[in-house]
């Protein structure tokens, strides 16, 4: 990979180890507050659970933008609608980690299956497998943007395993200096919310510059995405979806998002909190994940650079070192958030729930000699961050160098997500067991190695390529010919499915013990308890010394002085105490672990038969508080409840059955028959009764003994309006409920009214608003009409006067009439270029305009405009200056070329000495263009005096004209024409200036591609020559005399017919004249006189058009003659027509030197 900027490999590493340190003072300046202080900053806690945004979104979210199109990752979309939606789920966990003082996501899964060690190791051995690629991830990240950001690739030293060095410290340093694994670490609550704000703001930076400082906001990035098409491939329905669901289930399931939601939580206010303001920091760090997409795609075409760098080399290849530096730190910051949180939480899961108990299997703590529990524990975890740092590098090293980063923080979160099915069972499914969770939990990961893992790590394997045994039905990648999947959905469906399977077929098919009864119920074990209860204070006092510290010991013996017990006797203790020592223990051990142990000390070798009988009878009595409880939540419910056993007997109902159905008091009894239920309705009249009861009410009973569920509404003979719905119950009989909603109905009618009554409103406002409409279009159109007709109509005269202008300056040249004919002409040229101007504002406003987009080389439209506005530079002693320019550019050439003559006109008349403010100073022009990769800045500078910025913007508006440019001629409209013909090609205006140095006036044009531009170049070579051919045989006539040619001339209005015909006749021409058709014929009656050319008015008498005359005419005297076309009307019909008939048009007022240049044109 190409380095365009790289920066001092020490320097860099030095601002890595300084990074990292501020990180720890800020955790250790955390760890030192009071708790009272962290319960006033939730926010802390919701930035904190950012630790889920790691480098995979700093720099793998925008990777998948340049592929996918889409700003908001899937998996984000899925996490945000898991924290609105489910947060009472989150809630319930929440309540029961911190009722019970749980550790760990392990801790949390073995605690409700009655707290299995085989579940706790297996969970924790699935989060480190499942956690060491996302780890491998931030090492990759880490080590690549270093390597990007000094140039280092082919270091002797491999950059991955320093950054695993270093990494390994500082997690020993934030996670080891404690033992008690559910203590809250506050210190690193806070490093981690300090660093989700350092990633935040290091990803806006480079968002801000991309976005506005490389191009030109997010209008210019889209337009520009747009008209390039950069995203073709987007994700797939499947792989949205199953991102999606990932997402949801990853933000209660990673180990580290487990620890910092739950573990570190202080209160539940804190997640209600987090529910909108964690999801507000997703949609914050996303906003410019798809412009920088865009911004990178642009910039590096082709697919040259890694889409995944695109936040690094953006900042790079612009020469921009502290942007880069920042981006770096950002990155490190988002990747070693996640690292240092995996690597202390599954240090401590791995500890707990797979060291201790082997350790405490084998008695060694027993033995004679053995060292204080608490500092082993710690040595035990500061190796296992070795042990998993160390393996996240391995693993790193393995996997394929082109693996995006997205690929590999899937495939972690696809084995995580393994737990869900176990966790929401746990919560919502009291036949969950620990044999299906088990189960499960193994099958799904087997098939998350088949599946997903297998064909990442050995694609060409003979299984991955062929099947096992050779059977297609067996690939990994179409397990039992799904082949429509992509891989990670394939992987995610077979897992997850596998895994919910077995779970659900295998707790159905197994009992449940009775501590799993008694957990699924209230989620404490009695059975542990009645144990428990028989431990002694001396040996609840050796419990908290050996496995914790001699503090915490102390500290129960203040509790049990509390409980009147003055001193450590052997005597049994309250219950209180062994729960104040489970709770610690669970802690440090974990709740199996904490089991075992206490289960172990308990001087019960076994449970006796009366504590058996005394738990029995206990969930006896708790069966019976229960069913109280129902029935009195039954009896005070709104709705009525009547429950019929298999035999279609009434069994039970509450009082507002009785109440809804108006049965008689004493009428209903515990055995009373469906059927006489249904006769005593039918003869009430409550139930339409028929022609034969009998069979009606048989076939009811029949639905009823068959399980058919009913739902209908029933009016009753008081008004009353009853829902009714009925189902079946698994062991036989029938439930049914009766509901008055007789309010409902009541206020369904009245909505049901309102809204016909509203939609009759719409239709009448829609029909008003059409009718404005049609009213303000028809006005629109009859604006343009009369625009058009009245600019033909005004012009007629001053075209006639213009031409007997003409005639007058050069019969009179040398007399005193000179100066006064000279004045008329001038003033009629205001008078003309005002009327223009008017009727093209109005043209431009109603969008009648037809724009002719085509590419062209800008110097063919800048050179002619030099070579005019040169000349009059020079006249006004102006310096002009013009940079040639070979780009190619694509734009309607016509309506540029307006808006450049405009800007130069401007030009010239305010930048003279008399307007200058600066004496001595000599005038300057620069017409000139600026370039970018796809668009071109055409600029006009002046050196003249300025515009205030208040007034930048009024410039652009009719008839505005400066107060200090008053003496200067002009009418104040040329800039709007500008304006409203840069609206219409998509163009942009811009203006600076500075009041006293000058102006600059500029437009941003399209710039053709460099191959287009070369095609286009040829085509516009061969063309020049050819119009220099044309030229010099046109050039060679014009000294050819009009003496004696033949002209028939047409038009309506007699004062320009005879302008038109005067001046004709002055150039030698021999004049026919003509207003209509008859007089046209009349003319050409004799048919000795054949014309030469014919010069045509397009509007005449009676709606007649002149292109319809003259070509009628041709065609009846079967001549081939030079036409010319003369109108003053602006639109684009009139010459669309014109030019159809393959004549010539000229616009009028007609000018004598271009009707003379056309008319030898045509002769030509």
Known sequence: MLAWLSIDTWLITALSIGYLCLLFLVAHKGQNQSPEQWRCKPWVYSLSLAVSCTSWAFYGTVGQAATTGAWLAPIYIGSMLCLVLAWPMLLKMLNIIKRQNLTSIADFIAFRYDRSPKIAISVALIALVGTIPYIALQLRAISTSFDLLTGTFQSGISTAFVVTLVLIVFSILFGTRQIAASKQNQGLVLAIAFSSVVKLLALTAVGIFATFFVFDGFADLAAQQQSQGLFTDGNSVYLAVTQAILGAITIFVLPQQFHMMMIENHHPQELKTARWLFPLYFILINIFVLPIAIAGLITFPGGGVDADTYVLTLPMFFQQAWLGIVVYIGGLAAATSMVIVSAIVLSTMISTEVITPITLKFNYFSKEGAPQFSSLLLKQRRLTIITILLLAFAFERSINQQSHLASIGLLSFVLLSQFAPAIIGALYWRKANAKGALTGLIIGSLMWFFTLLLPIIAPNLVWVQDGVFGLAWLKPTALFGVNFLDLTSHGVFYSLMSNIVCF??????????????????????????????????????????????????????????????????????????????????????????????????????????????????????????????????????????????????????????????????????????????????????????????????????????????????????????????????????????????????????????????????????????????????????????????????????????????????????????????????????????????????????????????????????????????????????????????????????????????????????????????????????????????????LEVWDNGPGIALAQQKAIFREFERLAQNREIPGLGLGLAISERIAKLLGLSISV???????????????????????????????????????EAIAESSLEKSFNNMVVLLIDNDQLMLTAMASQLSDWGCCVLTAYDQPSCQQTLANGEIIPNIIIADYHLEHGTNGVDLVRAMLRAQQWQLPVIICSADPSESVRQHTSDAEFLFLRKPVKSLALKRMMRQLLV
């Open 992 to 1030: 600076k200036s500075q009041l006293g140095k000058g102006t600059c006036f500029s437009i941003e044009i399209p710039r053709v591609s460099a191959s287009e531009a070369a095609i286009v170049k040829a085509k516009i070579h061969h063309k020049g020559k050819l119009n220099k051919n044309l």
């Open 504 to 937: 659900v077929g295998v707790s159905l098919l197994t009992q449940r013990s009775l501590g799993e009864k008694l957990q699924a119920d209230i989620f404490i074990s009695k059975a542990q308890q009645q144990v428990e209860s028989k431990l002694s204070t001396e040996d609840l006092y050796s419990l908290l010394m050996r496995f914790i510290d001699k503090n915490a010991a102390d500290a129960f013996k203040l509790i049990a002085k509390t409980n009147q017990a003055n001193q450590i006797s052997s005597n049994a203790e309250p219950v209180n105490l062994v729960e104040y020592t489970r709770v610690q223990l669970s802690g440090v051990l974990g709740s199996a672990s904490t089991r075992m142990v206490m289960k172990a000390v308990s001087r019960s070798a076994q449970m006796p038969f009366e504590d058996v009988v005394s738990i029995v009878d206990e969930a006896n009595q708790l069966f019976r508080f229960n069913r109280e409880l129902l029935q009195s939540g039954v009896e005070n419910i709104e709705q009525g409840i009547s429950v019929v056993d298999a035999d279609m007997r009434l069994v039970a109902w509450n009082q507002r059955y009785i109440q809804l159905l108006d049965y008689p008091e004493g009428f209903v009894q515990a055995g009373l028959p469906i059927e006489t239920l249904l006769n005593f309705n039918i003869a009430r009249g409550i139930i339409a009764g028929g022609v034969n009861n009998e069979q009606m009410i048989t076939k009811r009973i029949a639905h009823m003994k068959k399980g058919d569920s009913h739902h209908f509404q029933r009016k009753m003979p008081n008004g009353m309006v009853l829902e009714i719905r009925g189902q079946s119950m698994p062991a036989g009989g029938f439930v049914s409920t009766f509901s008055d909603i007789t309010a409902h109905i009541e206020a369904e009618k009245s909505l049901q009214k309102a809204n016909e009554n509203l939609e009759k409103r719409v239709a009448s406002r829609t029909q008003e608003l059409q009718n404005a409409k049609a009213e303000a279009e028809a006005a629109n159109s009859s604006k343009s009409r009369f625009l058009a007709a009245a600019s033909h109509d005004l012009m007629q005269p001053f075209n006639a006067l213009s031409l007997f202008t003409s005639m007058l300056k050069n019969k009179v040249q040398g007399e005193e009439l000179t100066a006064l004919a000279q004045h008329i002409d001038d003033s009629l040229n205001v008078v003309e270029a005002l009327l223009s101007d008017l009727v093209e504002i109005s043209r431009l406003d109603s969008s009648s305009e037809k724009i002719v987009k085509s590419q062209f080389a800008l110097d063919d439209l800048l050179q002619p405009l030099k070579n005019e506005f040169a000349a009059l530079s020079a006249q006004a002693g102006i310096r002009f200056s013009y940079q040639v320019s070979q780009c190619v550019v694509h734009s309607d050439k016509r309506m540029l070329r307006r808006i450049v003559q405009n800007f130069l006109s401007n030009a010239v008349h305010y930048c003279n000495d008399k307007q200058g403010v600066k004496a001595g100073v000599k005038n300057r022009i620069l017409l000139g263009i600026r370039r970018s990769k796809t668009m071109i800045r």
